[in-house]
Every structure is written in structure tokens, then in C-alpha cells.
């Protein structure tokens, strides 16, 4: 199922917004004018990821090292303060068990999507999320 | 006991047949300036001008730094901006109404002058700590029960502010911090147990505060996440010092309840100091019966930060091995390790045992 | 009767304790400048409150000799006490004489070479199956270097040993070069229960028993394990093998539970760990079986044992001559033959490398 997020213009590089369709709750992250769609749902206990912070990835090779990349790219949860990468989902702790669904979010053409009789404006750009 | 009529909210989890009782919020105050109706003119003098003195170098905020802001949810902010647990009305809707709460325990934490470097004016801000929540919280929500601040580390005082206190149903417990100057057994705490005993009131032990001595018994730790396992030991030298320096036998029908303080390492606690006790009778021939034994009988713990072992029934063994009977759902709301009710008690918990956990055992431990 | 099986042939002891019959044993091993110290000041023997040695508890009543010798002072009383009776095949010795009390750090560290001179006088040239810890002084990290470097060419000092409760967290980076200078020689790092009194025995100040003091081990090793696995010892280190030795054993999973809880949200505040505490203990990190703080039911250990998540981990030892069980040792209620051969002889042969070489003495 499509589902028409807004146009681009109002969420801005860095912002995020919430999203309730098909009886989900998906947030869509715009990182620097890609967009990326995850259930709001943290994993853990259910703490409404939308409310959490973001910040950057930091990684150390060795004790003491920080190595800081990626800023704005890591959601955290509200809550328990577990980490989401937002482009995959992944949590940093154990990406390979512990994710949040992400799903497919694209640009499209308010042109392309008049003929599914969204009410859209011809000449704006949207954000799509693929439930 | 009250008959209590199981709400229906969108959040309440299914298996709270015998009520939902919280027995840790923590109610924030908007601004110190709140306390000033019951404080005298020198004490509003010194907690504006010289603030709160805990046993630790900064004047704001805590030596170890939070995983969040006032370590804190980020959601429990109010919408205009209110500190989280700061307006009766939010902190209902967010939490109580949310998730159905029957009744809900406040644990005023700091900003509260607990355990203050200063005595006199310790015990100044635990009356209107009191008061505060009496006025600003249990008399706008029938739901909320209150907690006896007292100024722990003057005893004397500490008992007659429980005293002042007796008889008064909206309170339902004395509260003290774990990391107290001295361990919580030592004779120096017993005025506090005896009015206690005397008042019919539970000792809630709330997993914080600040000693002064180092926060692990081989100096101080470097991070925060240090610091969040050693509550759990903080908390396990209490109880160690509770049996050992018999408190537990003197005070017989004194009940003590372990908020936040873990639960996991409390079965390995109560039998190491079962194995102790036969090759130290010598020295403790005050303790007549079983560590674990007067543990069983009069200590209880509650959930969160639930302990989320690897395996489901490792979860189940440690509950069991403490008692089913002795455990309390607990929020934390509008902390930061805040446990919802729904998720954070397991499915796999058996559903009577849940039941008990969510409500009854709290029910008939402060007798709601 | 299997619900308590025997120890097998091979058994490995690894926590014996030779007391120090007084200052005047040491005196051969000091240089003579703090030798002439001893009488000089005064100095009255370094027995720490940890042990103390009128204790019940310190010295099993039956291990007190008649005759007034020293308990546990000599390879005598070891052999006819433990190894012999209960058909011991090798000890590992660890002296808690309390050098790691003494503020001076040259006098500690002249001391606690003292101290190991003697082990290796006293009791390793007098019976060839027995080992030992290297004491370390760690106020100072550079002494604490320079002894193993003098004493691991020694291949019957097979570990180092600190008390778990020391002056700073034993984790912090100061003490980085002594795991180094281990590591480099393949010796596992022995922490102990007993306090060096820089801080309270508790996080809530000084208790009024001793009863409580001995209970504080317990919390000890909790904060000590926190430290080295927090701070990034074992990624620093990664073959570097911890002991905990007189540390109980049931305290381990729920304290793991804990801190890999609180990691998955605070990962951020030490990014060097990649892996949950609970996957870093069990390879790193083993622990001496006695005293074992579980009741004495095959069930509930076996639930203990299950929760410990390894059967690679435990280690058997009599903490001689502490008082810790009447009678013959006996393993925990539960543990089968197979678990009480690794217990006793494959875990701490694959722990010690040293213990399997050739000894000459
Ligand atoms: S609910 Fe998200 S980390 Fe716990």
C-alpha cells in the first residue's frame, strides 16, 4: 500500500514526521534529501521512536578513540535510549537480530500520483512511503 | 481495603484483574520556588541562594550524566515545555489514564533536600516536600498516594516527620535513598524504623542518592553506565547491613521495599549470606533466623528496571526464587528506564502471577 | 553418592592460602635497609582485617594446629591437610599477607617482593606440585611491572593476583601496562577477595561487623568486573584471563543481565564495546567454585548452572585454610561426574597453560 507522506517542502532536511495508515505508525526521516520510513514502534518495549533524538554514529577502534560520523543519521529511542540506524532500521547493539521495520520511501511527482486521485498539486514533489 | 474497579484503558494490560498499582512516580516540582509556602524565611533564604547540597561536587545535575535530559523520557516533556512529571494533569494523562493506573505511589526524588549535606535544612525540605505533594498532587488526583520525605540522615528528625504523619491515609510508605552516609542498618537509621513500625507504614527504599563515599568499594567509577550497575550493589550492602546488623529482628514487623533497585541479585545475596551465617554465628549472635529467611518475610522488590535476562525462564527462576507474592509493578514514569506495563511484564510470566505483580501483592502490602 | 561426587583424580586447587608466619619469615628476601626497618619501627605484621586470623572463619578450627605453629604456615600442614586427604594433584598458591595495605609504595614494593621470595622459598622448592600467584603492587603500576617481569621466567608462578578492592577501579587505564606485561607472558590476572582499605568496604561507608566486610566481597567483584569490562580492558586485551578467586558464583548472571541491559542504550558512552558484557565474561573471565553461595539442591543449581550459560567457567577450589565447609570437600549438589571433571581438572589446566609445562624446580 502507497501512502502519501506530504509534500517535500515541509519536511525539511534533518526533520522528521510522523505518519498513522493502514493501521501502522511509520516515521519518515528526511537525511539530507533522502528519505527513509521506520515503524514508529521501538522494538524493545514500544517507545515512540518520532520522539527521539537523533545524533551521529560513534564508533572506537580502541578505548579512548571516538570516531564520530554520520551526525543526524541515529535515532535514539525515547526511552531506553536504544539505537536505530534510520537509512536500515538496525539496531547499533545487534543489527543483525534487533530492527525496526523500515520501509521504502520515495520522491514522487505530484503529476505521476494525480492519476491515483491523491489530492496532490501537479507542480510539488511528494514523499511516498511503501506500507 | 479499598474495592478497587479495574479501569478500562487503551493501554491497560489485561492481566491487572486485581488493579494496576504503580508504586514509583516521581513527581518533579516546575520550579524550587514551589516549596516556598511551607518553608520559614531563612530556609527559602538558603535553598535560593546556596541551593541543594548533596554530597557531591556540582552544583547542578549529577556527577555521572544521565543517558537523557533530567534522565528523563524524551516524550514526557509537557507541551509547553514543562519539565516531565511536573503537571498533575500530563503526568494523568500520560501515565495514569494511559495506562489504567488504580493507584499510583509518588517518590519525590531530588530536587528534594534528601540526604542534604545540611541537617536543619534536610529536615525543612522533606515537610514541604510533603506538604507539596499533598497540596499539588494527591488532593488533584484521587489516584496518587503519597510518599513520607524524611530527612534520613537525622534520624530523630526523620521520625518526627513520620509521626506528624501517622494515621494520614494519603501517605503509604516512608521513603529513604539507598546511598545513605551510613549503611541503612546501622543504628544511627533506627529512630526512623521504629516510628515507621509504630505508624503502620512500609520503608520504600528508592535506588539513589549520594553517599559521599565512593560509588563502588574500589574507588570511583568512570561512567555512568558504572554507575547504573552499581545501584545494584549499593542497594545489595544495605540489605547485607539490614540482616546483619539485625534490623530485621528487632523491627518484626517492619516491611522494606526495594524501589529500582534491581531484583535479579537478590536471591544470590540472601543465600550468600545463608552460607556466611553458620561460620560468623560467633560474631552475629544476633541474627536468630535464616538471612533469607527474614528477607522472605520482610522485604519486598519491585520491577523495574525489569531484568531482561537471555532466556524467558531465567526470568521466571528469579521471581520464583524471590517470591511471587513479593514482587511490584513499578514505572518509573517519567524516568528514562521508565517500564511500560504492557510490554516490560512478560507474556510468559504465568497470568495469576502477573495479576499479583500488577496489583495485588501491592494491595495488600500498603493495604489499598 | 552422586548427588555430591567426589573430586576427581588430577584435581587442580586453585586457591590455597600460606599465611605468613610474621615479618621475621619475610626478612631474608628484604634489601637490609628495610629489614633493619622491621625492629626500627616496629612493625607488627601485616594480617589485614579482611582475615583476620583470630577469625573463626579465617582458619577452619580443625586446621589450627595444636603445637601453637602458625595455620597454613607450612607445606606440611598443606599436604597433610589438603593435598594428601582428599588426593589433590596440584595447588595454586595465593599469600594474602597485606602488603597491599602499606601506603609507602617503595616499602610495598620492596614487601611484596619479600612476600614472593618467600612463597617460592617456603613452599614451591618443597613440593612439586604446587604453584603460585605473583603479588602485585599495584599502588605503583611500574612495580607492579618490574615483579612480573622478575618473577614470570618462573614458570611455577602461573597467575598475578590484586585484591578486588583496591585503590581506583581496577579497570582504569593507569593500569593498563601491568595487563600488557601479563598478557606477554601468558598469565592469567587473579583477583581476590580482601580490601587494600583505600575506600569503605561499601559504597555506603564503613560497616559495624565483620560479617558485613566479608559480604562486601561480593559487591567488590561485581564493581571490579563493571570497571574492566566498561573501560575496555578485554578489547584492549582480548587474551588477557581474569580469575576471581574466593568471589562466590550466583551473583554473576544477574550482574551481567544488568549491565548488558543498561549497555544497549548507553553504548554510546563506551563505543569500544562491540559485544555484550555477557559474551565477554564467558570467554574471558573464569571463577574459583568455594565459597559457593547457592543452596544445596541439585535443582536449583542446575538452574544456576544454566543461568551461568558455560560449563567452562568454574574452577574448584578449598580457599584453604578459610573456613568454608566441614569435613571432606564436596562438590555442589547437581553437578554431575563429567561437569566435576571439567570443573576440577580440564578448566583449570586449559586456564593455566603453565600448570601443563614441565616443572623443575
Ligand atoms: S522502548 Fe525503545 S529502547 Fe526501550
Not at chain 3, 585503590?167 to 598469565?187: D, I, S, Y
Amino acid at each position: 500500500m502507497r501512502h502519501v507522506v506530504g509534500p517535500v517542502a515541509e519536511i525539511p532536511p534533518g526533520s522528521r514526521r510522523l505518519v498513522e495508515a493502514g493501521g501502522k505508525r511509520v516515521v519518515v526521516f528526511n537525511l539530507d534529501g533522502a528519505f527513509f520510513a521506520l515503524n514508529d514502534r521501538c522494538p524493545h518495549q514500544g517507545g515512540p521512536l518520532h520522539k527521539g533524538p537523533v545524533m551521529g554514529l560513534v564508533e572506537s577502534a580502541c578505548p579512548g578513540e571516538y570516531r564520530y560520523d554520520r551526525r543526524g543519521e541515529i535515532v535514539r529511542c525515547p526511552w531506553h535510549a536504544w539505537e536505530f540506524d534510520i537509512r536500515t532500521g538496525r539496531s547499533r547493539f545487534d543489527p543483525r537480530r534487533v530492527k525496526t521495520r523500515s520501509f521504502p520511501a520515495c520522491i514522487e511527482k505530484g503529476a505521476d500520483l494525480q492519476a491515483e486521485t491523491f489530492p496532490v498539486r501537479v507542480e510539488e514533489d511528494y514523499v511516498v512511503v511503501e506500507l | 481495603m479499598n474495592v478497587i474497579n479495574p479501569r478500562l484503558a487503551p493501554g491497560r494490560p489485561p492481566a491487572a484483574t486485581q488493579g494496576l498499582v504503580d508504586v514509583d512516580i516521581h513527581p518533579r516540582p516546575r520550579s524550587l520556588h514551589v516549596f516556598d509556602p511551607w518553608l520559614s524565611a531563612e530556609m527559602r533564604h538558603r535553598l535560593h541562594s546556596y541551593g541543594l547540597r548533596a554530597r557531591h561536587g556540582f552544583v547542578k545535575g549529577p556527577p555521572y550524566f544521565k543517558a537523557q535530559p533530567l534522565a528523563s523520557r524524551r516524550d514526557a516533556w509537557t507541551p509547553e515545555g514543562g519539565t516531565p512529571a511536573s503537571d498533575p494533569a500530563f503526568t494523568a494523562a500520560q501515565h495514569l489514564d494511559h495506562y489504567g493506573v488504580d493507584i499510583g505511589v509518588l517518590n519525590p526524588l531530588q530536587p528534594s533536600g534528601q540526604g542534604d549535606m545540611n541537617n536543619p535544612f534536610s529536615a525543612a525540605m522533606a515537610h514541604a516536600v510533603n506538604e507539596w505533594q499533598l497540596a499539588e498532587w494527591v488532593a488533584r488526583d484521587g489516584r496518587l498516594r503519597a510518599s513520607v520525605v524524611v530527612p534520613y540522615e537525622d534520624a530523630e528528625a526523620s521520625a518526627a516527620e513520620i509521626r506528624k504523619r501517622a494515621g494520614d491515609s494519603r501517605f503509604c510508605q516512608v521513603l529513604v535513598m539507598s546511598r545513605t552516609s551510613h549503611p541503612l542498618g546501622n543504628p544511627k537509621y533506627w529512630p526512623i524504623f521504629e516510628a515507621a513500625e509504630e505508624a503502620g507504614l512500609p520503608v520504600g527504599v528508592h535506588a539513589f542518592g549520594y553517599s559521599g563515599w565512593p560509588m563502588t568499594n574500589g574507588g570511583w567509577p568512570s561512567f555512568y553506565i558504572e554507575e547504573v550497575s552499581e545501584h545494584a550493589t549499593s542497594c545489595q550492602s544495605l540489605v547485607n547491613s539490614l540482616v546483619i546488623e539485625g534490623v530485621f529482628e528487632r523491627f518484626r514487623r517492619l516491611k522494606v521495599v526495594l524501589i529500582e533497585c534491581g531484583f535479579g541479585w537478590l536471591p544470590s545475596v540472601a543465600w550468600r549470606l545463608d552460607k556466611l551465617w553458620p561460620t560468623l554465628k560467633d560474631e552475629i549472635p544476633h541474627i536468630r533466623r535464616a538471612p533469607s529467611e527474614q528477607l522472605r518475610e520482610q522485604l519486598w522488590v519491585s520491577t523495574q528496571p525489569i531484568e531482561e535476562p537471555p532466556r524467558p525462564e531465567q526470568l521466571l527462576d528469579c521471581m520464583g526464587w524471590i517470591g511471587w507474592d513479593r514482587i511490584l509493578y513499578a514505572s518509573d514514569y517519567p524516568h528514562w528506564d521508565f517500564d511500560d506495563p504492557r510490554t516490560a511484564i512478560p507474556a510468559f510470566i504465568p497470568e495469576a502471577h502477573r495479576a499479583a505483580i500488577y496489583g495485588g501483592n501491592a494491595r495488600r502490602l500498603y493495604g489499598f | 553418592m552422586s548427588l555430591h561426587p567426589a573430586l576427581p583424580p588430577g584435581t587442580v586447587d586453585v586457591d590455597l592460602h600460606p599465611m605468613v608466619p610474621g615479618l621475621d619469615a619475610l626478612a631474608p628476601f628484604l634489601p637490609d635497609f628495610w629489614r633493619d626497618q622491621i625492629a626500627q619501627r616496629g612493625l607488627d605484621g601485616f594480617e589485614t582485617q579482611s582475615f583476620p586470623p583470630g577469625a573463626p572463619k579465617t582458619v577452619r578450627a580443625d586446621w589450627r594446629p595444636a603445637d601453637g605453629t602458625k595455620p597454613a604456615s607450612t607445606p606440611e600442614l598443606l599436604r597433610a591437610q589438603v593435598l594428601e586427604p582428599w588426593g589433590v594433584a596440584r595447588g595454586i598458591l595465593t599469600p594474602l599477607y597485606g602488603v597491599q595495605l602499606v601506603f609507602n609504595e617503595d616499602m610495598a614494593a620492596a614487601f611484596t617482593t619479600a612476600l614472593n621470595d618467600w612463597t617460592r622459598a617456603a613452599f614451591l622448592d618443597h613440593d612439586p606440585r604446587l604453584a603460585a600467584s605473583i603479588i602485585l603492587p599495584m599502588f605503583n603500576p611500574e612495580h607492579a611491572v618490574e615483579e612480573i617481569e622478575r618473577l614470570a621466567p618462573d614458570p611455577r608462578f602461573v597467575q598475578a593476583m590484586v585484591l578486588v578492592m583496591g585503590e581506583t577501579p581496577l579497570g582504569r587505564r593507569h593500569n593498563w601496562p601491568v595487563f600488557k606485561a601479563l598478557v606477554r607472558h601468558g598469565l592469567p590476572l587473579a583477583i581476590h577477595a580482601g580490601s587494600a582499605f583505600r575506600n569503605p568496604t561499601t559504597s555506603l561507608g564503613w560497616p559495624s561487623w565483620y560479617a558485613e566486610d566479608y559480604a562486601a566481597n561480593q559487591q567488590g567483584f561485581q564493581s571490579t568486573l563493571a570497571s574492566l569490562i566498561t573501560e575496555g580492558v578485554f578489547v584492549k586485551f582480548p587474551e588477557l584471563r581474569v580469575v576471581l578467586l574466593e568471589s562466590g558464583v550466583s551473583w554473576l548472571p544477574a550482574f551481567l543481565w544488568r549491565l548488558s541491559k543498561t549497555w544497549k542504550g548507553v553504548r554510546f558512552e563506551v563505543p569500544w564495546l562491540e559485544r555484550s558484557p555477557i559474551e565477554t565474561v564467558r570467554e574471558n573471565v573464569r571463577l574459583s567454585l568455594t565459597p559457593f553461595d547457592a543452596p544445596d539442591d541439585g535443582a536449583t543449581v542446575g538452574r544456576l548452572l544454566d543461568h551461568l550459560g558455560s560449563d567452562e567457567m568454574l574452577l574448584w577450589s578449598s580457599d584453604w585454610p578459610h573456613w568454608q565447609f566441614d569435613g571432606p570437600p564436596r562438590l555442589p549438589a547437581g553437578v554431575d561426574a563429567a561437569l566435576a571433571r571439567k570443573i576440577c581438572v580440564d578448566n583449570p589446566l586449559a586456564c593455566y597453560a603453565r600448570l601443563g609445562q614441565e616443572v623443575t624446580p
